[in-house]
């Protein structure tokens, strides 16, 4: 039952890179709606209250004219297959800057358009879990077993409800210790690594490995793990700081202990187009790292804060929203850099 077998080719109906307005057309679409989202996150409304009146679901008539005006973009190309599984890291040991947001939405994204994904949680707080809806109580086997008693991950995976093609290696409360059992395991930086070459990955397009806000043996399991590195900067002050840190320990990691690692992708998370702030931030960012940085910008947006409480991605809590468009164009763009 948690074979990774495609069950549902999705189709085709994405957003094409080449958009008449271009990747900043989109940027400018995405802050111009930012601003009611954002007004609306100021307000004092609580979480259930402002959930229940707005949740949207996935068939209502405005996702399905979102998902019309796409078509109409002349936006309906498959997006293609990588060759072999790309198996990508999500990690920034700065705390809250959308790790698991990122890796929800893109996971989620990435699968309603045929790719084949699996999301692995390695956060003690589970966060990726709880937004896909995993069940877990005392007896769930989760990664933790994975790292620490050699569970296959081919056993634990489950599928996340109501999204063909994606699986979930979910996080338990156990994974807080697995830093320091860790230790006195042999080859302990290596433990995610040998549970990827123990199962055939063939039948997957995308692993997406969730990090918790730290640079400890947990973080850099997954950088032994992986072949790329995603890293999501909040558009904030301070959000380059530490980053320096980030960037040394990929290095060390790429020269003993994984060569073919790299970073491949930086995301720009909860922009806001009303500050300069904001836009300062995301000059300085990719004026240092250039073409690594997605053209798309994820703005920050009430419903991508909302979808978690309700076990779902913002992708399928509401399709419509600017950051399910934003999360679906950063998909296509990481996609088509295959
Ligand atoms: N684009 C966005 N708009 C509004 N809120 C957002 C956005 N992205 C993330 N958030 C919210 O910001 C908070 C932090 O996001 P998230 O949990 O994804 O960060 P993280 O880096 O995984 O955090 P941690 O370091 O604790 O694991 C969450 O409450 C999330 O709902
Ligand atoms: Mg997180």
């Known amino acids: 039952m948690n074979s990774f077998v495609p069950q549902n080719r999705a189709d085709n109906d994405g957003v094409s890179r080449e958009t008449p307005a271009g990747a900043y057309g989109d940027l400018l679409d995405v802050s111009r709606e930012t601003e009611a989202d954002s007004v609306a996150s100021q307000a004092s409304v609580s979480r259930e209250t402002w959930g229940a009146a707005h949740a949207v679901a996935p068939e209502t008539p405005l996702a399905q004219m979102a998902h019309a005006a796409m078509a109409d973009r002349g936006q309906d190309t498959p997006w293609p297959r990588p060759k072999s599984c790309r198996i990508i890291s999500v990690a920034n040991q700065k705390g809250g800057v959308g790790k698991t947001t990122t890796t929800v939405n893109i996971a989620a994204a990435l699968a309603m358009h045929g790719q084949r994904v699996l999301v692995v949680d390695l956060d003690p707080q589970g966060n990726a879990s709880t937004a896909l809806g995993m069940e877990r109580d005392n007896q769930t086997r989760s990664i933790y077993h994975c790292l620490v008693e050699d569970e296959e991950i081919r056993k634990l995976a489950q599928p996340v409800p109501d999204i063909p093609n994606l699986w979930c290696a979910p996080a338990t409360i156990d994974l807080a210790g697995a830093e320091i ?158």
């Open 181 to 338: 059992e860790l230790v006195s395991l042999v080859a302990r930086e290596a433990r995610l690594k040998r549970a990827f070459a123990a199962y055939d990955t063939s039948d997957l397009d995308y692993i997406l490995i969730d990090c918790p806000p730290s640079l400890g043996l947990l973080t850099v399991n997954a950088m032994v793990a992986c072949d790329e590195v995603m890293i999501p900067i909040q558009c904030e002050y301070y959000a380059l700081e530490g980053l320096g840190q980030l960037l040394r320990n990929v290095e060390l990691v790429k020269s003993h202990l994984n060569t073919g690692l790299s970073i491949s992708t930086i995301l720009l998370t909860m922009y806001d187009g009303r500050t300069r702030l904001s836009q300062q931030v995301a000059d300085e960012v990719r004026s240092h790292f250039g073409d690594l940085v997605l053209r798309t910008l994820v703005p920050r947006s009430v419903r991508v804060s909302e979808a978690p409480s309700y076990a779902q991605s913002v992708m399928t809590y509401d399709p419509s929203s600017t950051g399910a468009m934003a999360y679906l164009e950063a998909a296509r763009e990481i996609a088509h850099r295959a």
